[in-house]
């Protein structure tokens, strides 16, 4: 049994550098370029929030990651439906962060949007110089009404 507790201990040792290693690569600021959907049905596509959309990403050392997103153009609302159209251009979560391969998953323990507290949201990731691209799976969309996916790339902020 000892051996065993060992042999665990020194594996988790082992792999605790690796998993630094591989989280260093996205710890900092992230500043946004760009938010793009694409279409499945093959539809041209649109940058959701406008051409110039506003946000950024933090990832902890001690992984913990903060986003927020906003579409150009976001004006104080007055009234009801400006709050709703407000809600609509804006994402903001935040959670506990695990990379596993090309995959970057969030725990989501705050977010804009009740409906994600409690899920892990996973993007693709890339990582290209300075740049990081984040490309979610396929899902419909409520607000289009059809299957779409979002890439976003970002510029670490220096």
Do not use: H
């Not at 998993?19 to 992230?30: D, H, I, P, S």
């Not at 913990?64 to 009234?79: C, H, W």
């Not at 977010?111 to 490309?135: H, N």
């Amino acid at each position: 049994m000892i051996k065993l507790l060992a042999v665990l201990c020194g594996l988790f040792v082992a792999a605790t550098p690796a998993l630094a290693q591989e989280r260093a690569q996205v710890v900092g600021t992230w500043k946004l370029v760009s938010f793009v959907n694409e279409f499945q049905d093959g539809s041209e596509k649109r940058p959701m929030y406008g051409n110039n959309p506003t946000g950024y990403i933090i990832c902890t050392a001690e992984g913990r990651m903060m986003t927020i997103v906003e579409a150009e153009g976001r004006k104080a609302p007055q009234t009801d439906e400006e709050r709703a159209a407000a809600f609509r251009s804006l994402i903001a979560y935040t959670g506990i962060y695990r990379l596993e391969g090309d995959k970057f998953t969030t725990k989501v323990d705050v977010s804009w949007t009740p409906a994600w507290v409690g899920t892990e949201q996973t993007r693709s990731f890339k990582i290209d110089g300075d740049r990081l691209l984040l490309i979610t799976p396929w899902v419909m969309s409520p607000n289009l009404g059809k299957m779409s996916r979002a890439t976003s790339t970002w510029e670490r902020v220096k």
